[in-house]
């Protein structure tokens, strides 16, 4: 799986959009851009995931680069409960059942 | 209820006891994951299990650790004669076929 680079971390006021950057510049053609989160003391959370196409869902917005080689993710109205580390990944076409390879994430604090 | 279920939340043992962590994952997934996660660090990848198959043993730090998942539901980790650097958050998580992988909330393990 292609390696990741995100900022260790970010700050962003309440209510505010946060937008998280990703670098993947080794991205592969069959390789998605997957988001996680984790919030103090419980497991990673699925958020979205994108081939190439930008996504969107009742969490959060993923813009991918037209070269795939990096990507944002957009909280549009932060608030203190989106605190938590952020991590992209990533990882083959969801067909293949693979484990997950985090890096370090970035870690989201929202101000109030 | 829904989600991944690990127990115990907390575990403290003596360096050189034997630990059995438990994880229920939600059920009909066929497919099961454990991770290890040190402090300030991402998860990282210990085993996966497909039914009662267990596919994927590669991060497995040595042979005291032993996970069984025997009648393709609840999975067990196990590990023996534990030392200070086992100290870890333990994930379990679990998925159905091409959706995300789902976690549980942990079991934080302390060594003496």
């Known amino acids: 799986d292609a390696k990741t680079t995100q900022p260790p971390s970010m700050d962003c006021a309440e209510g505010r959009a946060a937008n998280l950057p990703c670098n993947h510049s080794?991205?592969?053609?069959?390789?998605?851009v997957y988001w996680y989160r984790q919030i103090h003391s419980q497991g990673p959370q699925y958020i979205i995931h994108?081939?190439?196409n930008n996504e969107t869902n009742e969490m959060a917005s993923l813009i991918i680069t037209e070269d795939r080689k990096s990507s944002t993710l957009i909280l549009p109205h932060a608030t203190l409960r989106d605190t938590a580390v952020y991590y992209c990944?990533?990882?083959?076409?969801?067909?293949?059942?693979?484990?997950?390879?985090f890096g370090k994430g970035t870690r989201l604090h929202i101000l109030p | 209820g829904a989600g991944v279920s690990q127990s115990p939340r907390y575990k403290v043992a003596k360096r050189g006891q034997d630990v059995a962590l438990r994880c229920d994952p939600i059920?009909?997934?066929?497919?099961l994951f454990w991770y290890q996660q040190a402090l300030g660090q991402g998860p990282e990848f210990l085993t996966y299990?497909?039914?009662?198959?267990?596919?994927?043993k590669s991060g497995l730090p040595s042979d005291r650790f032993f996970a069984e998942r025997p009648e393709g539901s609840v999975s067990t980790l196990k590990i023996q004669r534990t030392q200070q650097e086992d100290s870890a958050v333990y994930l379990c998580?679990?998925?159905?076929?091409?959706?995300?992988?789902?976690f549980g909330d942990g079991t934080r393990l302390s060594i003496l």
């Open positions: 299990f497909q039914n009662e198959a267990q596919l994927d």
């Open positions: 080794t991205i592969s053609g069959n390789e998605y």
């Open positions: 994108g081939l190439k």
């Open positions: 990944i990533v990882r083959v076409s969801p067909n293949r059942d693979d484990k997950i390879i």
């Open positions: 059920s009909g997934h066929v497919s």
């Open positions: 998580a679990s998925s159905l076929g091409l959706q995300p992988q789902h």
